[in-house]
């Protein structure tokens, strides 16, 4: 299954990006999904979580309040809204859709993974 992911790019402190993931609708419409993302010579680390109908959501606490997760179940398609942009922000950003409906934030409990969109925040 594709997974793709587009949005990325480079922007300035204090600007904001929305990244989009889209999967064929029979695999994200019941699943849920999450962003992921990966610094330079640091591991992985998830950054938001949904669960398949939106109703449930997860942020780590270092993009909550800036960083919001959204999913459109007719479209297969996951949002990530990122405003309050840091340097620290910057990494490739992967989405993912989950094994089953509900949120998760274990990357083992992924099975499609996106190629991954460039995210660099300048300051």
Known sequence: VQLQASGGGLVQAGGSLRL?????????SNNGMGWFRQAPGKDREIVAAINWNGANTYYADSVKGRFTISKDIAKGTAYLQMNSL?????AVYYCAVGLGSYLNTEGSKYRYWGQGTLVTVSS
Request: aromatic share 0%; charged share 35%.
């Open 20 to 28: 989009s993931c889209t999967a064929a609708r029979r695999v994200s």
């Open 86 to 90: 840091k340097p620290e922000d910057t």
